[in-house]
């Protein structure tokens, strides 16, 4: 393994060169990218949707000049696919030229065992690495440039899939049966990212730089903001990017992420506000809140995030609770969202547990970090609100070997060694 030049000189060159290419990297984020930089070590980046994960790594390529691959890790992925896999087409071809030749292979052979035999010991030709496909972990290892290697969600994955992930990521390499092990020539930088919504397990952790990245402080939203060049004075988008800390206490279902601030911002430019008024957040607060009860609650709390001494309109209400002034300001967003049936228990204490039983997401949605309203304590670590699928005994089968020779198909280039 050759040792190139460090990339970064300091963790505040870090900074530096992340801001030069839009991306604000607070200290312990930099510093985690330079260690993972010298110390040769993949960086596990944990936490809720929009925080910036993947634009890290998109960015890391970007400011060393690397070449990003990217595996984005799905439920029931075939985890062979993300290492190999090989090229039957192109083995197929290769028997249908070569069928006279293959023919006088076998020609004199006196029984067709003898036949299988003679064609077994060429087998060695059709699984060499001009019929490997490679695939994402391989491509990296194997890349003579240096490159970033991107494991966007990989607790999307099953296990099998961390399980495949561990030789590469503890030893930089990769082994197939048949040929042997690849080994980088210039270690990749990793980058693995995950929603937490289910535990990875302690071996992949252990060989990763382990970070979890939560929304940001104040100053440093604004400053993404500003980067993003949004159209909104600076005063108002102070003023938004506290609105949004304000509606991220709140128990929605999804909370806004640094991406939806992003959209607000430029949404409300658009529009030519002037000031940020709860009307004007109110209409326009579906851009930020996706959920039908979230927009609802949202709008509730606007006026209290926008003048902490607003208070509530608590005049007459058809259904006999309050709902914030919005009701004065009868908005497109407010307008738009159907009331459900269960509206009544939506905020009441009691209504509280019965939207969380209702509300629990899956493993895969995208509001799970905003699920504060969990009824079990243990959290989401703890409990993934998904099972996750049997790891399949097989490494997935060899497509070639169940093409050309039924007999031996299954499993047999596994087993080769
Ligand atoms: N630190 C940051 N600096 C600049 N922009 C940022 C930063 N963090 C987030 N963003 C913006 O937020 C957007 C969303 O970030 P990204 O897609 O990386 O989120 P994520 O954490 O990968 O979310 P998910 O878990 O949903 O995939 C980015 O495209 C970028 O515009
Ligand atoms: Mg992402």
Redesign the pocket.
């Known amino acids: 393994m050759t040792l190139a030049q460090p990339d970064f000189a300091s963790v505040d060159d870090v900074v530096t060169r992340?801001a030069e290419h839009?991306?604000?990297?607070?200290h312990t984020?930099a510093t985690t990218v330079f260690l993972q930089t010298r110390l040769d070590k993949p960086v596990l980046?944990e936490?809720?949707?929009?925080?910036?994960?993947?634009?890290?790594a998109?960015?890391l390529a970007e400011v060393t000049g690397r070449r990003l691959l990217r595996l984005q890790c799905y439920e029931g992925q075939d985890e062979t696919k993300a290492l190999y896999e090989w090229d039957y087409g192109k083995q197929l071809l290769y028997t249908q030229v070569l069928k006279e030749k293959i023919g006088q292979l076998v020609a004199d052979a006196d029984s067709l065992g003898e036949a299988v035999d003679r064609i077994a010991a060429q087998e060695s030709v059709f699984f060499s690495e001009r019929f490997l496909a490679p695939r994402p972990l391989l491509e990296a290892i194997r890349s003579e440039q240096p490159v970033v290697l991107l494991v966007?969600?990989v607790d999307r994955a099953d296990e099998a899939l961390e399980a495949v992930l561990l030789e590469l990521l503890g030893e930089n390499q990769v082994s197939v049966p048949e040929l042997g092990t690849f080994t980088a020539t210039t270690a990749p930088y990793v980058v693995l990212?995950s929603?937490n919504t289910r535990d990875l397990s302690a071996a992949l952790k252990r060989r990763c730089l382990h970070m979890f990245?939560d929304y940001?402080s104040a100053e440093?939203e604004l400053?993404?903001v500003r980067?993003?060049e949004t159209g909104l004075t600076d005063a108002l988008a102070t003023q938004l990017v506290d609105v949004v800390r304000g509606l991220r206490e709140l128990e929605l279902r999804k909370s806004p992420?640094?991406?939806e601030t992003?959209d607000w911002a430029r949404t409300l430019a658009v529009l030519g506000a002037t000031e940020l008024t709860a009307k004007a957040l109110s209409d326009t607060v579906n851009v930020v809140v996706k959920y039908e009860k979230d927009v609802r609650r949202a709008i509730e709390a606007l006026p209290r995030l926008v003048d902490p001494n607003a208070t509530l309109d608590e005049g007459p209400r058809g259904h006999g609770h309050g709902h914030g002034g919005h009701d004065e300001h009868p908005s497109p967003s407010a307008a738009s969202v159907p009331r459900d049936p269960d509206d009544a228990e939506d905020s009441g204490p009691r209504g509280k547990d019965v939207r969380a039983g209702k509300d629990a997401p899956g493993r895969h949605d995208?509001g799970y970090y905003g699920a504060v309203s969990s009824p079990t304590p243990a959290g989401p670590a703890t409990t993934p609100p998904g099972t996750p699928a049997a790891v399949r005994p097989s490494q997935g089968s060899r497509s070639f070997a169940n093409g050309f020779g039924k007999k031996k198909a299954v499993d047999a280039p596994r087993g080769r060694r």
């Open positions: 992340f839009g991306y604000i990297a607070d984020l980046l936490g809720p949707a929009g925080v910036g994960k993947t634009e890290l998109k960015t966007d969600e990212t929603n990245l940001p440093r400053e993404i980067t993003k992420s640094i991406s992003i995208d």
